[in-house]
C-alpha cells in the first residue's frame, strides 16, 4: 500500500498539484519554485494534503456520519443546524497522530530556517475546489494569523478542517452541484510576514472595475492585510502603467489615492489578531512609497506573464526588516472572463436631484429599490428581493444577502473590499467607504444607486428611471475617417478602452482642474492676495505639500495620465485650461485673480492668457504637468493642443512660453494643435499651418463667431445652427487647406453625435477625425461607415455642402 505524504514544503510542489493541495497551496508552491528566480519572495511554508484529510474522515465514521447530516439537509434539516452538527463531529474527532507529528515537524523546519524556537504562522484553508474556474469563490473556509507553537498551530488546523463545513461552504457547494465529500481540504503553513509592523494588501494586474489590462492596481493599508481584504478600512490605491514600467520610464506609477487607513490589524497581546485605531500621521502618509510600489509592480507583471491570464495577489511588508513579500496568488475571475467585444452601459434617464451620499463605484451598473440597514447577516426570508442593502462591511456570511439585493452600500471598504470583489462577481452594483451610508440612509427610503458616472459612486432619492444598452463592439465597421473620443472625467477613462477608437480628439483641461484641483491656480501661488476663509481652505485642500504648487501639478499629471494611458498608444489631445474670465472666479480662490467681463466669451481666455502677467504663472504649471506626462512618465501619446488663438503673434508668443517650459514644438515627437474656432483661424490657415501640427474644429465657437450669435443666448438659439451654408463653408475650406499643407484636421462637437446628415457633410469633406462622446462613438462609427460607402458610390450624390467649392478667404487671393 503506497505511503500517504500528508505535509509537503511549498519548495516541492506546484500548479500541477491542485487536486491534492487545493489551488491557493499550489500557487505558493508555483510562485516558491517558479518565480524566485525573478526576485519573487515568497514566505516559506509547508501544506497538508487531500490524502491526510482523508484519514481524518476515515476515523470511527465520521464520513459516514458527515452524509448522513447531509442527507438531513437534503431532506429539509435547516442549513445553520447540519453545519453546526458537522463541525462540531469534526471538532471532536482527534487529529490523526501521524499527521499531528508531521505539521509539528514541518513547523520546527520552518522555525529551523528562521533561526527561532517559535515563529509566528499563517495557517490558511484550501480547498480542492477553490480558485478554480468553475469555482471562484475564495475566503469560503477559515484563516488565522500569528499562530504561535504546536499547541496553537494544531488547534489551528483542526479549525480549517472544521471550517470546510461552514455554512456559507456547504451552501456555496450546494449551489455549484459539489459533491461535499468529493471536495478535501488542504491546510498551508506559513511563515508570518511582521506586516502588523508595516503594511499589507492586495494588488491586480489589471484594472479591477474596468478590466483594462495596461495597469496594475495596489491596494494598501497599515497592519495585516486582513482589514483590506474585509474592507474594514479605505486603503491606498496605487495604479501602475504596464508599458511604462517596462520600459523603465522614470515615473510608471500614474496615480496615487491616499485613503483613510482609520483602523489596523496588529498582533493580539496572547496570539491571533486585534484591530486598533490608527494614528493621525499614519491616517494622511503613504503605506508605500514609489519604489516599493515599483517593485511590487514588477513582480506583478513576472507572475501574470508566468500564469498566462490576469492575477489577484496579495502581499505584505515585514516592519523589521523593510523586505517585500507575496503571500498569495489566484487568477483573477471577473473582468478576464467578460468578452471584450460586448459593452454594456447604463445610463439614468430621468431628472436627478443631489446626491444623498457617495463613495467608491463597483461595476458599472445601475440598481434601485428600498433601503434595508443592516448590522449582522439575517435570514433571506427578512431581506426582500431587490432591497438595497446598506451596511458598515460584508463578509462571505452576508453572500445570500448579497445576491437578493439590488445594490449594495457600505460605509466602509476599497476596490479589493470583500463588498467589492462579490459584489462585482455577481454583477450587483455597489457603492463602498461611503462613511456614513448607515447613519443617512435609513429602512424604507427608496433610491437609486448608480455606479454609471465614473468612479464615484451616488446614491439619489427616489426610483429613478434608466436605461441599459449593450453594443457587440466586434460588429462596428472600420472607417477611413478616424472616430475619436472627447474625455473630460479621468475618473471614467478607462471604462471605454474596449471602444475601437481611434484616440482621444479631445480632453479637456479645465473639467481636470475644476474637479480634481478645485482651486485657481493663482490662488495656490499668491495666497497672500486671498481672504482669510479661501487662505484657510486652500491649506485644507494642500494638506501635506509644502509646495502647493506641487500640489497642482500632481493632480493635473495624474489626471491627464489616466485619460492618455486608456488609449496608449494611439495619440490623445490635450487641451490646455480654456475656461473664461467668470468660470475661474468661481475656482477657490479665484475672484481676485480674474476681471469682471461683459461678455466673457471673446474675452480674456484661451491663448490671450497663456503670456500673460495675470495668468503666465498659473500656464506654466499647466505645462509642468504635460511634460511630465510625456517625459518622467513616458505617455509621448499626448498632443498639446492650444484654444483660442486669435492672431499669428499670439500663436508664436504661446509657443514661445511652452519652449520656455520645456515643452518644444518637434521635441521628443512633441506636437501642438490649434482648435480652429475663430474665423481668423480658417482665413490664414496655411499661416497657422506652420506654426502647429494639426486643426481641431471647435464647432460652436466657430458657429458663434461666424454668425454673429451669443451661444448662450435663449432669444437666438434658433439663429445657432452649426449646419448654416456659411459655417460649413467654413469648414470646408479648412479641411481643403489643411489637406493641401499636409496639417491633420478634426472637429470635436456635439453635432455629429446628434445629425447623421452633418456626419455625412464632415466626411464628403475629407476629414481626418471626428472626435465624440463616448456613448455616441457606436452610432457615429455606423453613420461614418454609411457616409464613406455613400461616397465611394459613384450614383450617390454627395452631401449639399460638399458641393460648394472651397472659398478662397486669403488676403492674397
Known amino acids: 500500500m503506497a505511503t500517504i505524504r500528508r505535509v509537503v514544503p511549498f519548495a516541492e510542489l506546484g500548479r500541477q498539484d491542485v487536486s491534492r493541495i487545493g489551488g491557493k497551496n499550489a500557487s505558493l508552491g508555483e510562485l516558491t519554485t517558479a518565480l524566485s528566480a525573478a526576485g519573487v519572495r515568497v514566505p516559506a511554508g509547508f501544506a497538508t494534503t487531500a490524502g491526510a484529510y482523508g484519514e481524518l474522515l476515515s476515523g470511527h465514521g465520521l464520513r459516514r456520519r458527515i452524509e448522513e447530516q447531509i442527507g438531513r439537509l437534503h431532506e429539509g434539516a435547516p442549513l445553520d443546524e447540519v453545519g453546526a452538527a458537522i463541525r462540531a463531529m469534526i471538532r471532536a474527532e482527534p487529529l490523526p497522530v501521524e499527521l499531528r507529528a508531521e505539521i509539528v515537524s514541518g513547523y520546527e523546519q520552518l522555525a529551523l530556517g528562521q533561526g527561532r524556537k517559535e515563529p509566528e504562522v499563517a495557517v490558511r484553508s484550501s480547498a480542492t475546489a477553490e480558485d478554480l474556474p468553475e469555482a471562484s469563490f475564495a475566503g469560503q473556509q477559515e484563516s488565522y494569523l500569528n499562530v504561535r507553537g504546536p499547541a496553537q498551530l494544531l488547534e489551528s488546523c483542526h479549525r480549517c478542517y472544521a471550517s470546510l463545513f461552514t455554512d456559507r461552504a456547504i451552501d456555496y457547494r450546494e449551489r455549484m452541484g459539489f459533491d461535499h465529500l468529493a471536495v478535501a481540504l488542504s491546510i498551508g503553513v506559513q511563515i508570518m510576514v511582521r506586516s502588523d509592523r508595516a503594511g499589507a494588501g492586495v494588488l491586480f494586474t489589471l484594472d479591477p472595475e474596468s478590466g483594462f489590462p495596461e495597469v496594475i492596481v495596489v491596494s494598501a493599508a497599515w497592519g495585516l492585510g486582513e482589514t483590506v481584504v474585509s474592507g474594514q478600512v479605505d486603503p491606498d490605491e496605487y495604479t501602475v502603467f504596464k508599458p511604462g514600467l517596462k520600459d ?115 461595476g458599472e451598473a445601475i440598481g434601485r429599490g428600498v433601503v434595508v440597514g443592516l448590522d449582522s447577516p439575517v435570514d433571506l426570508d427578512r431581506f426582500p ?27 466602509h471598504g476599497g476596490r479589493t473590499s470583500h463588498a467589492a470583489i462579490v459584489s462585482r462577481e455577481l454583477g450587483v452594483p455597489a457603492v463602498v467607504g461611503a462613511g456614513r451610508a448607515t447613519e443617512l440612509l435609513r429602512d424604507g427610503l427608496e433610491v437609486t444607486v448608480s455606479c454609471a458616472e465614473g468612479d464615484r459612486g451616488q446614491v439619489y432619492p427616489g426610483l429613478l428611471d434608466y436605461e441599459e444598452t449593450e453594443t457587440d463592439l466586434a460588429d462596428l465597421p472600420r472607417t477611413r475617417t478616424q472616430v475619436m473620443l472627447n474625455l473630460a472625467d479621468p475618473s471614467a477613462a478607462l471604462r471605454w478602452w474596449r471602444l475601437p477608437a481611434d484616440g482621444v480628439g479631445l480632453a479637456r483641461l479645465e473639467f481636470i482642474v475644476a474637479h480634481q484641483v478645485k482651486a485657481h491656480p493663482m490662488a495656490l501661488l499668491h495666497p497672500e492676495r486671498l481672504d482669510r476663509e479661501d487662505r484657510r481652505a486652500i491649506d485644507d485642500l494642500t494638506a501635506g ?60 481666455r484661451g491663448a490671450s492668457r497663456y503670456y500673460s502677467e495675470g495668468y503666465r504663472e498659473g500656464f506654466a504649471l499647466e505645462c509642468r504637468a504635460l511634460r511630465r506626462v510625456r517625459e518622467e512618465m513616458g505617455l509621448q501619446n499626448v498632443i498639446v493642443m492650444i484654444p483660442f488663438c486669435r492672431t499669428l503673434e499670439e500663436a508664436d508668443e504661446v509657443l514661445r512660453v511652452m519652449a520656455e517650459q520645456g515643452l518644444h514644438r518637434g521635441r521628443n515627437g512633441l506636437k501642438v494643435y490649434v482648435m480652429a474656432e475663430i474665423p481668423a483661424n480658417i482665413i490664414l490657415a496655411e499661416e497657422f499651418a506652420e506654426r502647429f501640427d494639426g486643426f481641431s474644429i471647435g464647432s460652436n465657437d466657430l458657429t458663434q463667431l461666424t454668425l454673429g450669435v451669443d451661444r448662450d443666448s435663449e432669444a437666438l438659439a434658433h439663429i445657432f445652427d452649426e449646419s448654416d451654408p456659411a459655417v460649413m463653408t467654413l469648414i470646408e475650406t479648412l479641411v481643403a ?44 462609427k455606423q453613420h461614418v461607415a454609411a457616409a464613406e460607402s455613400k461616397r465611394n458610390s459613384p450614383e450617390q450624390p454627395a452631401p449639399a455642402g460638399a458641393r460648394r467649392a472651397p472659398v478662397d478667404l486669403s488676403a492674397g487671393g
Request: charged share 25%; glycine share 6%.
Open 248 to 362: 523603465r520610464v522614470p515615473e510608471p506609477v500614474i496615480d496615487v489615492r491616499t485613503g483613510s487607513k482609520r483602523q489596523k490589524a496588529v498582533y493580539a497581546e496572547h496570539g491571533l489578531t486585534r484591530i486598533v485605531e490608527t494614528t493621525a500621521e499614519e491616517r494622511s502618509r503613504r503605506v508605500l512609497n514609489d519604489e516599493e510600489v515599483k517593485l511590487l509592480a514588477d513582480w506583478a507583471c513576472a507572475v501574470e506573464e508566468h500564469y498566462g491570464c490576469p492575477m489577484d495577489l496579495e502581499w505584505a511588508k515585514d516592519g523589521l526588516t523593510g523586505d517585500l513579500w507575496i503571500v498569495q496568488a489566484r487568477p483573477e475571475t471577473v473582468q478576464s472572463r467578460r468578452r471584450t467585444s460586448m459593452l454594456r452601459r447604463c445610463r439614468l434617464t430621468s431628472t436627478r436631484g443631489s446626491s444623498l451620499i457617495e463613495g467608491i463605484a463597483v
Open 545 to 604: 505639500y509644502p509646495d502647493r504648487s506641487q500640489y497642482f501639478v500632481d493632480r493635473l499629471a495624474r489626471a491627464i495620465a489616466r485619460i492618455a494611458v486608456s488609449r496608449w498608444p494611439a495619440p490623445v489631445v490635450v487641451r490646455t485650461s480654456d475656461f473664461k474670465a467668470n468660470e475661474y472666479a468661481r475656482l477657490l480662490g479665484g475672484r481676485p485673480f480674474e476681471p469682471a467681463e461683459a461678455n466673457p466669451m471673446i474675452g480674456w
Open 385 to 411: 428581493a431587490g432591497a438595497v442593502l446598506v451596511t458598515g462591511i460584508t463578509d462571505p456570511d452576508w453572500e445570500p444577502i448579497m445576491k437578493r439585493a439590488s445594490a449594495i452600500v457600505t460605509d
Open 737 to 780: 487647406r489643411a489637406r493641401s499643407t499636409g496639417v491633420t484636421v478634426g472637429l470635436c462637437g456635439q453635432r455629429p453625435s446628434d445629425d447623421p446628415s452633418f456626419t455625412e457633410f464632415l466626411v464628403g469633406t475629407g476629414i481626418d477625425s471626428i472626435s465624440v462622446a463616448p456613448d455616441s462613438f457606436a452610432a457615429v
